[in-house]
């Protein structure tokens, strides 16, 4: 299983980006997905998760309204829209993926690479 995460680079404050993360050697509609950060120095955390077909979301309360999670099952691609970025925001980011449910602790089951988020004041 290969969860690839792109998308990442350095940003002004306010700005947007779009993460990807493309999936492979698994039957990725089968799959929960999520997405993680984390800061230097700070512990990895949820950010946001969605389900298999694409209907239910959830979401860090730091990244509601700003953030977007969503899925193309035929493309085997999990997004994540960033939008309103702050300083805070600044971390890498990695893909999750679980059998049994969204994946909003550190034992999903299969985890990606990450790409760097950096966003400037």
């Known amino acids: 299983v290969q969860l690839q995460a792109s998308g990442g680079g350095l940003v002004q404050a306010g700005g947007s980006l779009r993460l990807s993360c493309a999936a492979s050697g698994l039957t990725f509609n089968n799959y929960y997905m999520g997405w993680f950060r984390q800061a230097p120095g700070k512990e990895r955390e949820f950010v946001a998760g969605?389900?298999?077909?694409?209907?239910?979301?959830r979401y860090a309360d730091s990244v509601k309204g700003r953030f977007t999670i969503f899925r193309d099952n035929t493309k085997k691609v999990l997004y994540l829209q960033m939008n309103g970025l702050k300083p805070d925001d600044t971390a890498v980011y990695s893909c999750?993926?679980?059998?049994?449910?969204?994946?909003?602790?550190?034992?999903?089951?299969?985890w990606g690479k990450g790409t760097q988020v950096t966003v400037s004041s």
């Open positions: 999750a993926a679980d059998y049994d449910r969204i994946p909003i602790t550190l034992d999903a089951d299969y």
């Open positions: 969605i389900s298999r077909g694409g209907s239910s979301t």
